[in-house]
């Protein structure tokens, strides 16, 4: 936790900023590299019962609240190394856990 899940974005292509991606965030985050978890999700787009191929960049991220600042942080740095693979528009969203509703192997973790 936290969990970026990436569409648009290919998994050959993500792999080359993953880990300065996670040292990025951990410091933003104040947590370890090995808190994150990144998925590359196959996805196509489709407008007006068209396919149109490769969705636009998105990144939606899956955490426990870390307040404005730190959000503020995550997505510049999300963005910005999206921007070293040559993505140079992303939308970046949150959503939010509660730590007394996410469980890890049957316990809460809050």
């Given amino acids: 936790m936290p969990q970026l899940l990436f569409r648009g974005v290919p998994a050959d292509k993500l792999k080359t900023i993953s880990l300065g991606l996670a040292e990025d965030l951990a410091l933003v985050c104040e947590c370890g590299t090995d808190n994150f978890t990144m998925e ?22 899956g ?17 910005a190394r999206l921007a070293h ?17 996410y469980y890890i192997n049957g316990k809460p973790c809050g």
């Fill in 40 to 61: 590359s999700l196959h996805t196509t787009a489709i407008f007006g019962g068209l396919t149109e191929g490769e969705s636009y960049p998105f990144v939606e991220v």
């Fill in 63 to 79: 955490w426990f609240e870390r307040g404005q600042a730190v959000r503020d942080r995550f997505a510049e740095a999300v963005t």
């Fill in 85 to 101: 693979i040559g993505i140079d528009e992303v939308e970046v969203a949150f959503r939010t856990y509660r730590e007394d509703s």
